[in-house]
C-alpha cells in the first residue's frame, strides 16, 4: 500500500503561481512513477503530467505544458507540482497518483494504482 496526501492548494489570481506537494508513505516511494491530475465540476479526471522514478523524464498536458513543473525528492518521498501563469480553466481538485507498472507513468488514469484525496485548486478571474 501507498498513502499519498496532496497539499498545497489554495485560491488565485489568474497569472498566479502555486506549488502542490503530494506525500507519500507506505511502500518504496522510488519505486514508483508518479503523475498529477485534475477534476473540474462536471468533467472527467484530466492529466496533467507524469515523472519518472528517478525524477529524470517528464511529460505533461499540452494544456499545462511551458507552465506546470514536475519534480520529485525521493529522500523526502514527496512529488511537487509547480504551477505558473494560472487560468480560470485550471480550476479543479488535483490528485497525484502512483504507478509502478510504467517507467515513466501513464496519461490513464485507470494505470494507477495509488491515488491521494486530492486538493482544491481554484483560480480567480
Known amino acids: 500500500q501507498v498513502q499519498l496526501v496532496e497539499s498545497g492548494g489554495g485560491v488565485v489570481q489568474a497569472g498566479g503561481s502555486l506549488r502542490l506537494s503530494c506525500a507519500a508513505s507506505?511502500?518504496?516511494?522510488?519505486?514508483?512513477?508518479m503523475g498529477w491530475f485534475r477534476q473540474a465540476p462536471g468533467k472527467e479526471r484530466e492529466f496533467g503530467g507524469a515523472?519518472?522514478?528517478?525524477?529524470?523524464?517528464?511529460y505533461y498536458a499540452d494544456s499545462v505544458k511551458g507552465r506546470f513543473t514536475i519534480s520529485r525528492d525521493n529522500a523526502k518521498n514527496t512529488v511537487y507540482l509547480q504551477m505558473h501563469s494560472l487560468k480560470p480553466e485550471d480550476t479543479a481538485v488535483y490528485y497525484c497518483?502512483?504507478?509502478?507498472?510504467?517507467?515513466?507513468?501513464?496519461?490513464?488514469?485507470?494505470?494507477?494504482?495509488?491515488w491521494g484525496r486530492g486538493t482544491q485548486v481554484t483560480v480567480s478571474s
Open positions: 497518483a502512483a504507478d509502478r507498472r510504467h517507467f515513466a507513468g501513464s496519461r490513464l488514469p485507470g494505470e494507477y494504482e495509488y
Open positions: 507506505g511502500r518504496t516511494f522510488s519505486n514508483y512513477a
Open positions: 515523472v519518472n522514478w528517478s525524477g529524470g523524464s517528464t
